[in-house]
């Protein structure tokens, strides 16, 4: 579906498809606020000030607190511009994580929410709720000033929703209002509540949804976003006409950005967990288990999976993920919202800006750099390059 609002012109004008995606991890939101701060400094040089995120990328897809980053960067504001800069994320999340995650006082204020948590949500997400409301208003998935892709699960129908800019249409009943899905997505079992809301499509029949937190399913949102525009290929729409089915890996420009995670130590191990109950695969150590593992696996095998598809069709120069594996303590948590841990979480994106590039060994579970592919400070800067070039040469086709 064309819309008036895309700042950037069809795939069809160009010669890529440009992807960003963003891997859930509640307040770990701030790691990729920062590089998105820093890529979109580099666009800004290239192209002026007044550019951002969603002027050159073909879909934004999201997950958890990465779905409201897209929705941060991609829903459009009184003037049709994208709601936040790339550089106000951090802030954001500083001023407001806080109150979305309190955290008590002390040791007893740990403790009434570890108690909490066994007969409700750990967090009412009331303020984020309102929050939610307050930014995205009545902004619809049509309303989005590029395409945008942010997972969610169904708990009644036990399956996936994707809400895809590329199945929607005004009165389509995925046309949700981007509040509802990006409450829908953040809404972690254990942390926050399930999200329940309805719509109705063109023919006035309503359609219920009963969501909990995408990452459930595609915790890192890379190769959903890369199976949409597939379908669009294989259905042949005209805004990628120039490209043919089977996919053309050479054809994709893409940046996965991760939330972080603690693989320097063995958290847990069979010995302890063969005498877990429930109780224990919910609340272990400070954490949630049996939430960790569906989100940390299911974003490991997305990379693993992108990196050896690229690789073998020879254009692994064009997927970029970051992420960090080295987060210590309190730093790895997804709802630790004090001042001190949320300053840290900030200088882990800005040191993770001067490490290697690295991709996921899945036999250590560590990420690994790649030989003479730099840092990732360097390949954001190719990678701006290679998006101000996309842009012009569609402009310039489609001006012609």
Request: some cysteine.
């Amino acid at each position: 579906m064309e819309r008036k609002s895309l700042k950037i012109p069809p795939p069809t004008y160009g010669k890529l498809i440009t992807i960003l995606s963003i891997d859930g991890g509640g307040v770990r939101g701030i790691i990729p606020g920062v590089i998105l701060g820093y890529l979109e400094a580099q666009l800004q040089e290239l192209d002026g000030e007044g550019v951002r995120l969603a002027d050159y990328f073909d879909v934004i897809a999201g997950t958890s607190t990465g779905g409201l980053i897209t929705a941060m960067i991609a829903a459009p504001d009184a003037h049709n511009r994208p709601l936040y800069a790339a550089k106000e994320i951090v802030p954001f999340y500083l001023e407001n994580c806080p109150k979305i995650f309190p955290q008590g006082c002390g040791s007893l204020g740990s403790i009434l929410n570890t108690i909490r948590s066994l007969i409700g949500p750990k967090y009412s997400g009331n303020y984020l709720h309102k929050l939610i409301r307050r930014l995205l208003g009545s902004t619809r998935l049509h309303d989005t000033l590029t395409n945008v892709v942010i997972p969610t699960f169904d708990i009644k129908k036990l399956q996936p929703v994707l809400f895809s800019s590329y199945e929607v249409s005004p009165h389509s009943f995925l046309d949700a209002q981007v509040s509802d899905i990006c409450i829908g997505t953040s809404a972690a079992p254990t942390y926050l509540p399930a999200h329940y809301f309805k719509t109705e499509d063109k023919d006035g029949r309503a359609h219920e949804f009963n969501l909990i937190d995408g990452g459930m399913v595609a915790n890192n949102p890379t190769l959903v976003a890369i199976s949409e525009v597939t379908k669009q290929i294989f259905q042949e729409e005209p805004d990628f006409s120039h490209i043919k089915a089977p996919m053309d890996y050479t054809r994709l420009l893409v940046i996965s950005l991760g939330t972080g995670s603690d693989t320097s130590e063995l958290k847990f191990d069979a010995k302890k967990a063969s005498k877990w109950g429930l109780f224990s695969w919910l609340y272990a150590d400070g954490s949630s288990p049996l939430i960790e593992v569906y989100t940390q696996g299911s974003a490991d095998m997305v990379d693993y999976h992108n990196s050896v598809v690229f690789k073998a069709n020879q254009c692994e120069d064009s997927y970029l993920r970051i992420n960090d594996d080295t987060l210590k303590g309190t730093l790895s948590s997804v709802d630790t919202s004090t001042k001190e841990n949320l300053e840290g979480l900030v200088k882990v994106g800005e040191n993770l800006l001067k490490k290697p590039v690295s991709r996921v060994n899945l036999g250590t579970g560590h990420y690994e750099p790649i030989p003479n592919a730099g840092t990732n400070e360097e390949a954001l800067k190719r990678f701006a390059k290679l998006l101000s070039d996309e842009k012009k040469l569609r402009e310039s086709k489609k001006s012609a």
